[in-house]
């Protein structure tokens, strides 16, 4: 599985609208096809810069859904959100393949 995490530092004038917006942008991502689930969480530091920061983890079965993304759907989304908020916010993107994911183990006392 893959992993395409986009962490964005949001203004505050504009937080509150962006929070809104961002629920129809992640289903717009989800609905190109290429990922299997979103998570949406907010980074819990407080920025030098100011504002919230978030972080959206999308998770591709395959490399190539990814390669997808990038080559058929990114760009256009990317445009999206430049229009609407422009300078009122940052973000990087990161990509994260899991190699193995661990559970507890139950022990009986």
Do not use: C
Not at 94 to 105: Q, V
Request: aromatic content about 12%; cysteine-free.
């Amino acid at each position: 599985m893959y992993i395409y995490n986009v962490t964005i530092n949001i203004d505050d004038a504009i937080h509150k609208e962006w929070l809104t917006w961002m629920e129809t942008h992640i289903l717009d991502v989800l609905n190109t096809g290429k990922f299997q689930s979103a998570k949406f969480t907010q980074v819990l530091v407080d920025e030098e810069m100011g504002g919230k920061t978030y972080s959206v983890q999308y998770s591709a079965e395959t490399r190539e859904d990814l390669e997808d993304y990038y080559n058929e759907d990114a760009d256009n989304l990317r445009i999206e959100i430049a229009k609407k908020f422009g300078d009122k916010m940052l973000a990087f993107r990161t990509e994260l393949k899991l190699i193995k994911e661990y559970y507890p183990t139950n022990v009986s006392n």
